[in-house]
């Protein structure tokens, strides 16, 4: 496992389509266990494949509930209900937060490590973070849809 560098916004490669991964194979689980350790090493609850400079639809999420870690393959909302309006941040968008509407349920198709597809109803936050990160795998920033920025007392670089 390796800690990857995380692309920052005005990097290209973080505004294209992510391609369907269509192999299993040893090198897209390294890819998710090395985006899971870049993940926790920057104290995050989501990220994308293309924020460590890789075109595939690819995510890992973990907001610290008893799901822990889930690594989704070719994540897809194929359901979608409610409103929610909360604040969000990303790893490629240090030092910014702003609210974002989202979905407050969704319906997520999605591929495990183990080549199983799954259907799973989340909610609230873990649906927001899931959603965050499908933008990320299409392109989209949650900076092209914040509705007003929010500042939190102490940032810091560390
Ligand atoms: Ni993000």
Redesign the pocket.
Known sequence: MAIRNVRKMGDPILRKRSREVEKIDDRVLEILNDMAETMYDDNGIGI?AP?VGILKRLVTVDIRDEDGLMKLINPEIIESDGETIDVEG???VPNFNGTVKRPQHIKLKYTDENSKENIVDLYDLKARCVC??ID?LNGVL?VDKYIEEVKFEEESDD
């Open positions: 994308a924020q990303c790893l490629s965050h990160e990320h949650f």
